[in-house]
Structure formats: structure tokens, C-alpha cells
């Protein structure tokens, strides 16, 4: 076993320790087939819950999207990033030469699953924001891979915004059943439908 | 007891040993007859009643599990596993509190700091600061850190939560190594018999409240908390416990009419201790536990270990009370 598996096993077991990181495997079962995962996002820890969440063997196909310019600033960041997680790197600032969801394609192209989360930045109350068109545009380029939306709960209150130390509370990931991009589907109409099936995941308030 | 062999020509190492299979075989036999009953009488899996019983005898064996596991770790070892057993029991407890962004910091005391500390005291059997610690140290540590954080919303409910999870998850359960590191004199060693003496009492008065509030079908005292709960299921419960007390004496240090009125009042706490958790559970929402649950937190350990909670604290004081102990 290399440092990075051995990282990443410790990793997911203080995840489960701190979090429990439950997968409610609610819409479809967890499965070793191309997947596109979409989530809401609250917090810095969103990808570290779905990644511990899912079953050990499938993590390692399982990749997250990092922004290059933070996540390679400093060689530790870069292990984590690459060798732990393999994650595809992206640009934030947009340069109009290159396609923002290269990488993303690219790493579809070569058979991985990925987990996005559409809203772009973190929403830190309430309701998810509208989504960003990237989603619209991986269903329409890869209309074979399953879009899994799943909705992460309780995660923002881990560690909320300012802090450095997580607090131990249950969060779970609830995961939905497979959405599918509709022939002659507007772009707004099925990235409302996207941001919908997610938010039909939440539990209900107590 | 015994006929063949004579248990008290036995090294205390060989009782306890003895004592670990009689039990485990006990509930293997218990286990393998539910099972067989549900197949026979073709019970349907849904059925409130049997899922009520498995989760009971599931109980049992989590509670027997951790007993043995204690035992063969030694005292650090039986710190550690209770204290493990406390960390996670306060994870269930928090996440159904809905606590606020500004209890963070008290939140970061109450798991990284109060939590190994009681655990550490146990473990080196300062029982004189271990019994003060949280109701007095850690009762004016967590309102100040509270205050500090500068938010006044609900300050006082707040609190509360805190201190009352801080109170039942580590507190309460922490008592539970403290009564294998009691030392009474010509006893030593044997806190395990202790530890099972308590657990099995626990158990008994829960299982028997169940039986008696079925058989009895008296007017719940308080349906909208538990419709199951009534004073004489209550007390037919605590007098079961009492007579397996009694019966279980022999291992314990005390004399037989002790042992009835100690195993009473744990069984009695026990019990009240688990109608406690049931409101906890009615105000913080859910209906439903194991995975099957819709709400995010409820576990069903903290349902476990509601009665030991509870019961675990008014044992361990009122036998160091009645025995002047100490230790």
C-alpha cells in the first residue's frame, strides 16, 4: 500500500468518526458504472463527505474538481490533491482560448466519475442557488453517463465559516435516483429540474 | 450453584471467564430461540412488536459485547471503550440538539477537552474530583465560553443542551469504568461482576416494564411521550431487577437484602432514565430509528445506552454512599 492509499483510508475513517458520513443510497444503488455526482454545497468538507460516504473500492474512480491556482500553491495541497484524491484541476480565471470544463471532459473521456457541485461557490444559508450551465452541457456531451444528484445534510454546522476545528456531528448524503437529460430539453428548464431533484433529497425539518 | 464444579475454588479470573460463557451462551440460546418462534409462527418482519424485541435483544448483546470487551482491555482498556462509547453516544446527542454557529467553541470543549479529561480521571481513580468535575468545573466552563462567543440568542437553551448532553453522555456513562476501578475491601478485582451485575439489573427492569406494560394495558401516564409507560409497568420493571439482584448476589459484595434494594433503585433509574430519552427524542423530532431514519443524527446508540446513562451514576453513588468508600 503506497502513503497516498494508507492518507486516504485515514482520511475516510476521521471523516466517519467525526461525521459518520452516512450514504442513504435512496434513488439508486451505489455502483461501479460512470457517474456524474451533483451536490449542494456548503462547505469546504462537501467532497471529503461524498468521497467517505461512497463504498472503499469506489473512491479511487470517484474525482473531485479542485481550482489549480489554491490547490497547487503548496506541495502538501498538491499530494492531497493529486495523489489522494485525483483531482482534475481547473482554472478559475477564464482565459477565452480555453474551455473552462476541459479537464472535465477530458476526465469523462477516460472513463472517470466526478462530483460537482453546481452552484459554483458555497451557499452557506438556506435554499442551493441556481445552477451554473456546466452540468447542462456534460449531459449533452456525455448523454451515456448517469447524473446522480444527492443532497449533503448538517454538514455546515462541522465547521462553519472562521473555524479550524471540526465539531463531531452526524451528516448524512443522501443520494437520489439517476436524472437524464430530456430530448430538446431546454438548458434553464433541466438545470431547474437538476437543482429540484436535489432539494427533493433534503430531510425534512424536525 | 454449581455441583461440579465448586466457582469458589476458582481464581477470580476463572469466575469471571465462567461467568462470560454462561452469558454469552445464554443469549446465544435466547437469540436462536426468537429466531426459530418467527420462523415457525411465520411472523411478518414489519411486525412493531418483533422488531421491538430484536432491538431489545440486539441491545443485550451490545451491552454483553462491551462488558467482555472491558474486561479482557483491563482498566485503561475499559476507560477507552466507554469513553469511545460516550464520544459517539454525544456526536447523537449534539446533532439532535440543533445547536448554533456560536456554540462552536463550546461544542470544541465539550468532545476534544471535558470528554478525555472525565475519562483520564476514571482512569486514574481520582473519584473525588471525578464526581465534581462536570456538575461544577465544566458548569461554569461551558456559559462562559458560550458568553464569550457574544451571542445572546436563546443563550439559556443553548446551555442547557450542552450541558445536559455533557451530563448524560459523558458524566453518566463515565460511571460505568468507575464501578470496575471501585475497590471495596476483599473484593478486588471483581469490578467486572460489578459492571454486570448493573448491566443485567438495567436490562431486566427494561425488558420486564415492556412484558408488564403489554400484559397490563393500563392508560399510559404520559401518552404523548411513550404510550407504553405506566407506574405499575414502572414498578413491576424495578421489582423484576430487584429479584435478579437478588438471585445475582453472590457475586456481587454485597449481602442479599443490599444487593434486592441496590439492583431496585438501578433498575427503577434505568428505566426512567429510557422514558426520559423518549421525550428527548419526541422534542428533537424523530419517530423513526436504525438507518431507516429520515432525520440526520438518530443513530439509535444513544438509545442503547439511555439506561445505563442514567442508571450507572445513582448505582455507583449510592453504593459508595451506603459502603462509605473511599477510593
Avoid at chain 2, 29 to 42: I, K, M, Q, W, Y
Avoid at chain 2, 149 to 177: T, Y
Avoid at chain 2, 295 to 307: E, H, K, N, S, Y
Amino acid at each position: 500500500m503506497s502513503l497516498a492509499d494508507a492518507a486516504g483510508i485515514l482520511l475516510a475513517f476521521i471523516a466517519r468518526l467525526i461525521t459518520g458520513a452516512q450514504g442513504h443510497w435512496k434513488g439508486c444503488p451505489p455502483m461501479a458504472e460512470q457517474r456524474i455526482y451533483f451536490a449542494n454545497h456548503q462547505s469546504h468538507l462537501d467532497w471529503v463527505l461524498i468521497w467517505a460516504a461512497l463504498p472503499h473500492d469506489l473512491r479511487a474512480g470517484t474525482r473531485p474538481i479542485a481550482a489549480r491556482d489554491y490547490w497547487t500553491s503548496s506541495r502538501f495541497k498538491q499530494w492531497l490533491t493529486t495523489e489522494v484524491f485525483h483531482a482534475v484541476y481547473v482554472s478559475r480565471q477564464r482565459s477565452d482560448d480555453q474551455d473552462p470544463l476541459e479537464p472535465l471532459v477530458e476526465a469523462l473521456k477516460a472513463g472517470d466519475s466526478l462530483v460537482i457541485f453546481p452552484e459554483g461557490t458555497r451557499s452557506l444559508k438556506g435554499d442551493p442557488l441556481p445552477f451554473k450551465s456546466g452540468l447542462y452541457h456534460l449531459a449533452q456531451l456525455f448523454p451515456d453517463v448517469r447524473l446522480i444528484p444527492a443532497w449533503i445534510d448538517n454538514v455546515q454546522r462541522v465547521m462553519p465559516k472562521g473555524e479550524v476545528v471540526p465539531v463531531p456531528i452526524l451528516c448524512t448524503v443522501t443520494f437520489g435516483a439517476p436524472l437524464a437529460l430530456q430530448p430538446g430539453e431546454e438548458k434553464r428548464d433541466f438545470l431547474e429540474r437538476a437543482r429540484d431533484a436535489v432539494l427533493e433529497l433534503r430531510p425534512p425539518a424536525p | 450453584m454449581m455441583t461440579v464444579i465448586d466457582p469458589r475454588h476458582l481464581s477470580v479470573d476463572q469466575q469471571v471467564g465462567l461467568l462470560f460463557v454462561i452469558l454469552f451462551g445464554a443469549l446465544l440460546l435466547t437469540t436462536a430461540g426468537t429466531t426459530l418462534l418467527a420462523l415457525r409462527r411465520g411472523t411478518d418482519s414489519a411486525d412493531p412488536r418483533h422488531l421491538r424485541l430484536l432491538r431489545d435483544l440486539r441491545a443485550l448483546w451490545v451491552g454483553a459485547l462491551v462488558f467482555w470487551v472491558a474486561w479482557v482491555s483491563g482498566p485503561v482498556g475499559a476507560t477507552l471503550a466507554f469513553g469511545i462509547f460516550s464520544f459517539l453516544a454525544l456526536r447523537e446527542f449534539i446533532t439532535l440538539a440543533h445547536t448554533r454557529r456560536s456554540d462552536h467553541r463550546s461544542l470544541i470543549l465539550a468532545f476534544f477537552i471535558v470528554l478525555p479529561l472525565q475519562y483520564v480521571l476514571v482512569g486514574n481513580r481520582n473519584f473525588d474530583l471525578f464526581t465534581v468535575f462536570i456538575p461544577v468545573y465544566v458548569f461554569l466552563a461551558i456559559p462562559v465560553l458560550s458568553a464569550l462567543a457574544g451571542d445572546p440568542e436563546r443563550f439559556l437553551e443553548r446551555n442547557a443542551k450542552i450541558q445536559w448532553g455533557i451530563m448524560v453522555c459523558v458524566f453518566g456513562l463515565s460511571h460505568a469504568p468507575a464501578l470496575l476501578l471501585l475497590e471495596f475491601p476483599r473484593y478486588e478485582g471483581r469490578g467486572a461482576f460489578l459492571v454486570f451485575f448493573l448491566v443485567v439489573v438495567a436490562a431486566v427492569a427494561q425488558i420486564a416494564q415492556e412484558l408488564m406494560s403489554r400484559w397490563l394495558r393500563r392508560r399510559p401516564v404520559a401518552r404523548h411521550i411513550d404510550r407504553s409507560f405506566s407506574y405499575r409497568a414502572w414498578l413491576a420493571g424495578a421489582l423484576a431487577a430487584a429479584v435478579v439482584g437478588l438471585l445475582l448476589f453472590w457475586i456481587t459484595p454485597f449481602k442479599a437484602p443490599q444487593a434486592l434494594a441496590i439492583a431496585f433503585i438501578a433498575g427503577g433509574a434505568g428505566t426512567l432514565g429510557e422514558f426520559v430519552m423518549k421525550a428527548l427524542k419526541k422534542d428533537a423530532g424523530v419517530r423513526f430509528w436504525g438507518n431507516r431514519a429520515s432525520i440526520t443524527g438518530a443513530v439509535g446508540l444513544l438509545d442503547r445506552v439511555a439506561p445505563l446513562c442514567f442508571a450507572a451514576p445513582v448505582f455507583f453513588h449510592s453504593v459508595r454512599w451506603f459502603f462509605q468508600l473511599r477510593a
